[in-house]
């Protein structure tokens, strides 16, 4: 257990609305990184962070914002969800020795 | 850019039969490599990864890969799989920079019969 929780698990939400996920890690690591899964897709990075304030884009961050003011948790925000965002998201904590640890998942609708 | 191919997108195997399932990348230099199981439901858990030396490593769960750089592959194989091995394995590489994030293939789904 690498110590990292996410929030909410599960979340229905309207097209056009703001959402926001928390990520939240006990271990003090400096790397934090969004994935989202979705079927056929394997998971890709969305958003990646390599400490506070220092973030950096991944392979499909349109749409997506993140932010990163305390070491323990990284935000994702979809600015107004839509229904191509629907996915189950992973939140991920780096260590020093390249490993990377995954939280169990968020699950968002948006319809 | 890195990538990752998982060429089988299924395989069923008899409880107590060997496993191999295949993963090839493509990255300029030696890739950081790893494999992760995931069961239904779950998130992501490490199985073992390739940094340097030895080849073959050695993971949790009786699993191990072999990398051979001649065929950019790292295929996973466990010789004698149980029921409770269903579940979906991805393959991922880093390119290293510390900060990079993975880069998974698109997973292969285990179905074990009995």
């Known amino acids: 257990d690498a110590g990292i929780t996410q929030s909410p698990r599960h979340k229905v939400t309207e097209t056009g609305t703001p959402v926001t996920l928390r990520c939240h890690q006990t271990?003090?690591?400096?790397?934090m990184y969004w994935y989202r899964q979705d079927p056929g897709h394997g998971l890709r990075l969305i958003h990646y962070?390599?400490?506070?304030?220092?973030?950096d884009k991944g392979e499909v961050s349109d749409g997506y914002s993140v932010s990163r003011s305390k070491t323990e948790d990284f935000l994702l925000t979809l600015e107004s969800a839509t229904s191509s965002q629907t996915s189950v998201y992973f939140c991920?904590?780096?260590?020093?020795?390249?490993?990377?640890?995954f939280g169990p998942g968020t699950r968002l609708t948006v319809t | 850019a890195q990538s990752v191919t998982q060429p089988d997108i299924h395989i069923t195997v008899s409880e107590g039969a060997s496993l191999e399932l295949r993963c090839n990348y493509s990255?300029?230099?030696?890739?950081?490599l790893f494999w992760y199981v995931q069961s239904p439901g779950q998130g992501l858990q490490l199985l073992l990864k390739?940094?340097?030396?030895?080849?073959l490593v050695q993971g949790i769960k009786g699993f191990e890969a072999e990398f051979k750089r001649s065929q950019s592959s790292f295929n996973l194989r466990k010789p004698s799989v149980h029921w409770s091995d269903a579940a979906e394995y991805f393959c991922?590489?880093?390119?290293?920079?510390?900060?990079?994030?993975?880069?998974f293939g698109k997973g292969t789904h285990l179905i074990i019969q009995p």
């Open positions: 991922a590489v880093e390119g290293g920079g510390g900060a990079d994030g993975l880069t």
């Open positions: 271990e003090n690591h400096r790397y």
């Open positions: 390739y940094f340097s030396g030895d080849t």
């Open positions: 962070s390599y400490g506070v304030k220092d973030t």
């Open positions: 990255y300029g230099a030696t890739p950081y």
């Open positions: 991920a904590i780096g260590t020093s020795v390249h490993e990377q640890y």
